[in-house]
Protein backbone atom coordinates (compact mmCIF):
# COMPACT_ATOMS: atom_id res chain seq x y z
CA UNK A 1 0.00 0.00 0.00
CA UNK A 2 1.46 3.50 -0.93
CA UNK A 3 2.04 5.68 1.84
CA UNK A 4 -1.27 8.57 1.64
CA UNK A 5 -0.11 12.01 0.70
CA UNK A 6 -3.13 13.09 3.70
CA UNK A 7 -4.24 12.19 6.90
CA UNK A 8 -6.92 12.65 8.33
CA UNK A 9 -7.13 12.76 12.38
CA UNK A 10 -10.45 11.24 13.20
CA UNK A 11 -12.51 10.97 16.84
CA UNK A 12 -15.84 10.17 17.61
CA UNK A 13 -16.94 13.69 17.56
CA UNK A 14 -16.13 14.38 14.23
CA UNK A 15 -18.56 14.06 11.44
CA UNK A 16 -17.98 10.27 10.12
CA UNK A 17 -20.34 10.64 7.33
CA UNK A 18 -17.80 12.77 5.23
CA UNK A 19 -15.27 10.19 5.06
CA UNK A 20 -16.46 8.79 1.64
CA UNK A 21 -16.11 12.18 0.71
CA UNK A 22 -13.13 12.73 1.82
CA UNK A 23 -12.08 9.96 -0.03
CA UNK A 24 -13.41 10.61 -3.38
CA UNK A 25 -11.87 13.90 -3.63
CA UNK A 26 -8.45 11.89 -2.89
CA UNK A 27 -7.57 11.73 0.89
CA UNK A 28 -6.59 8.32 1.14
CA UNK A 29 -5.21 8.75 5.26
CA UNK A 30 -7.08 8.18 7.79
CA UNK A 31 -5.67 7.67 11.70
CA UNK A 32 -7.98 7.27 14.42
CA UNK A 33 -7.50 9.61 17.08
CA UNK A 34 -9.67 9.97 20.65
CA UNK A 35 -7.54 9.83 23.62
CA UNK A 36 -10.61 10.02 25.68
CA UNK A 37 -12.58 6.70 24.69
CA UNK A 38 -12.11 3.13 25.69
CA UNK A 39 -11.12 0.07 24.22
CA UNK A 40 -13.57 -0.86 23.12
CA UNK A 41 -15.16 2.71 21.83
CA UNK A 42 -11.84 2.89 19.85
CA UNK A 43 -12.47 -0.56 18.19
CA UNK A 44 -15.71 0.39 17.19
CA UNK A 45 -15.08 3.45 15.89
CA UNK A 46 -12.09 2.05 13.94
CA UNK A 47 -14.59 -0.36 12.61
CA UNK A 48 -17.00 2.56 11.55
CA UNK A 49 -14.05 4.37 9.57
CA UNK A 50 -12.70 1.62 7.92
CA UNK A 51 -16.63 0.58 7.07
CA UNK A 52 -16.82 4.27 5.64
CA UNK A 53 -13.35 4.07 3.65
CA UNK A 54 -12.96 0.81 2.95
CA UNK A 55 -13.84 0.79 -0.82
CA UNK A 56 -11.27 3.41 -1.34
CA UNK A 57 -7.51 2.42 -1.73
CA UNK A 58 -7.35 4.06 1.87
CA UNK A 59 -5.12 3.30 4.71
CA UNK A 60 -6.55 3.56 8.14
CA UNK A 61 -3.95 3.36 11.13
CA UNK A 62 -4.95 3.76 14.69
CA UNK A 63 -2.97 6.10 17.62
CA UNK A 64 -1.55 4.41 20.28
CA UNK A 65 -2.79 1.36 20.14
CA UNK A 66 -1.35 -1.48 18.44
CA UNK A 67 -3.88 -4.06 19.32
CA UNK A 68 -6.98 -2.06 18.53
CA UNK A 69 -5.16 -1.83 15.01
CA UNK A 70 -5.03 -5.68 15.20
CA UNK A 71 -8.77 -6.55 16.19
CA UNK A 72 -10.18 -4.02 13.94
CA UNK A 73 -7.52 -5.11 10.85
CA UNK A 74 -6.54 -1.44 10.21
CA UNK A 75 -3.53 -1.09 8.37
CA UNK A 76 -1.52 0.37 10.66
CA UNK A 77 -0.30 2.42 13.82
CA UNK A 78 0.64 5.09 14.94
CA UNK A 79 3.01 5.37 18.23
CA UNK A 80 4.10 7.98 20.11
CA UNK A 81 6.75 8.76 22.60
CA UNK A 82 4.87 6.79 25.89
CA UNK A 83 3.39 4.03 23.33
CA UNK A 84 4.69 0.51 22.85
CA UNK A 85 8.12 0.75 21.84
CA UNK A 86 8.55 0.66 17.60
CA UNK A 87 10.41 -2.30 17.71
CA UNK A 88 8.43 -4.50 20.14
CA UNK A 89 5.30 -3.41 17.77
CA UNK A 90 7.22 -4.57 14.48
CA UNK A 91 8.05 -7.77 16.04
CA UNK A 92 4.25 -8.79 17.22
CA UNK A 93 2.90 -7.10 13.42
CA UNK A 94 5.82 -9.18 11.72
CA UNK A 95 4.21 -12.72 13.39
CA UNK A 96 0.64 -11.39 13.07
CA UNK A 97 0.03 -9.13 10.42
CA UNK A 98 3.08 -8.86 8.14
CA UNK A 99 3.24 -5.36 6.11
CA UNK A 100 1.45 -3.44 9.04
CA UNK A 101 2.15 -0.13 8.40
CA UNK A 102 4.07 1.42 11.76
CA UNK A 103 4.41 5.51 12.15
CA UNK A 104 6.18 6.39 14.98
CA UNK A 105 6.56 10.59 16.27
CA UNK A 106 9.55 12.43 15.63
CA UNK A 107 10.76 15.78 16.40
CA UNK A 108 14.19 15.96 14.78
CA UNK A 109 16.91 14.02 12.42
CA UNK A 110 17.99 11.95 15.43
CA UNK A 111 14.99 10.37 16.19
CA UNK A 112 13.35 9.80 13.12
CA UNK A 113 16.70 7.71 12.52
CA UNK A 114 16.14 6.12 15.37
CA UNK A 115 12.66 5.50 14.22
CA UNK A 116 14.14 3.70 11.00
CA UNK A 117 16.19 1.47 12.60
CA UNK A 118 13.78 0.17 14.94
CA UNK A 119 11.10 -0.61 11.73
CA UNK A 120 8.89 2.28 11.19
CA UNK A 121 7.76 2.79 7.90
CA UNK A 122 6.79 6.73 8.49
CA UNK A 123 7.43 9.54 10.86
CA UNK A 124 5.00 11.77 12.13
CA UNK A 125 6.68 15.06 12.41
CA UNK A 126 5.57 17.98 14.13
CA UNK A 127 3.99 20.56 15.51
CA UNK A 128 5.77 21.96 12.63
CA UNK A 129 3.29 25.47 13.21
CA UNK A 130 1.15 26.36 16.24
CA UNK A 131 -1.87 24.13 16.55
CA UNK A 132 -4.67 24.17 19.10
CA UNK A 133 -5.51 20.91 18.39
CA UNK A 134 -3.43 18.90 21.09
CA UNK A 135 -2.86 20.51 24.59
CA UNK A 136 0.74 20.19 25.88
CA UNK A 137 3.08 20.58 22.51
CA UNK A 138 6.12 21.94 22.76
CA UNK A 139 7.25 24.88 20.24
CA UNK A 140 6.60 24.36 16.97
CA UNK A 141 9.51 23.03 14.69
CA UNK A 142 8.81 24.87 11.86
CA UNK A 143 9.68 24.51 7.92
CA UNK A 144 13.71 24.17 8.25
CA UNK A 145 13.52 21.36 10.82
CA UNK A 146 11.04 19.21 8.48
CA UNK A 147 14.16 20.02 5.53
CA UNK A 148 16.89 19.02 8.17
CA UNK A 149 15.25 15.70 9.08
CA UNK A 150 14.00 14.87 5.02
CA UNK A 151 15.15 11.73 3.76
CA UNK A 152 15.60 9.09 5.97
CA UNK A 153 12.15 8.24 6.63
CA UNK A 154 8.63 9.43 4.56
CA UNK A 155 7.83 12.55 6.93
CA UNK A 156 4.11 13.14 7.38
CA UNK A 157 3.75 16.82 9.26
CA UNK A 158 1.35 17.94 11.87
CA UNK A 159 0.62 20.67 13.31
CA UNK A 160 -1.35 23.50 11.73
CA UNK A 161 -1.50 22.15 8.92
CA UNK A 162 -3.75 24.29 6.11
CA UNK A 163 -3.65 24.18 2.42
CA UNK A 164 -1.63 27.22 2.64
CA UNK A 165 0.75 25.60 4.35
CA UNK A 166 0.91 22.14 3.42
CA UNK A 167 2.78 22.99 -0.02
CA UNK A 168 5.71 24.54 2.44
CA UNK A 169 6.37 21.29 4.31
CA UNK A 170 5.67 19.07 0.91
CA UNK A 171 9.09 21.87 -0.61
CA UNK A 172 10.64 20.97 2.59
CA UNK A 173 10.95 17.40 2.10
CA UNK A 174 7.86 16.32 4.06
CA UNK A 175 6.09 13.11 2.18
CA UNK A 176 2.52 14.09 3.11
CA UNK A 177 0.11 15.79 6.31
CA UNK A 178 -1.54 15.20 8.87
CA UNK A 179 -4.52 17.54 9.45
CA UNK A 180 -6.88 18.15 12.22
CA UNK A 181 -8.40 21.56 12.39
CA UNK A 182 -7.48 22.12 8.93
CA UNK A 183 -10.26 20.28 7.75
CA UNK A 184 -12.78 19.94 10.72
CA UNK A 185 -12.44 23.23 12.05
CA UNK A 186 -13.08 24.74 8.43
CA UNK A 187 -16.54 26.42 7.26
CA UNK A 188 -16.24 23.43 4.40
CA UNK A 189 -14.47 20.57 5.05
CA UNK A 190 -14.82 19.05 1.91
CA UNK A 191 -13.59 22.26 0.04
CA UNK A 192 -10.72 22.07 2.52
CA UNK A 193 -10.01 19.01 1.46
CA UNK A 194 -9.84 19.54 -2.34
CA UNK A 195 -7.71 22.55 -1.68
CA UNK A 196 -5.34 20.20 0.60
CA UNK A 197 -5.17 17.90 -2.14
CA UNK A 198 -4.17 20.58 -4.93
CA UNK A 199 -1.59 21.45 -2.37
CA UNK A 200 0.05 18.62 -1.45
CA UNK A 201 0.05 17.47 -5.09
Known sequence: MLLPRIFVLISSRDDLALLP???EVGVTGFQVR?????????????ATVIEQVGTYDACVVVDDRL?????AGAHGVHLGASDLPVT??????DAVAPGLVIG?????????????VAGADYAGFGPVFATTSKAGLPSPLGV??????AGVLPLIA???????????VRTAGAHGVAVIGGLWRQPDPLQA????????G
Open 88 to 93: EARRIA
Open 67 to 71: DVALA
Open 193 to 200: AKELMEAV
Open 21 to 23: AFA
Open 158 to 168: IGGISPASAGA
Open 104 to 116: ATCRDRASVEAAA
Open 34 to 46: DKTATTRELLALT
Open 144 to 149: AAVADA
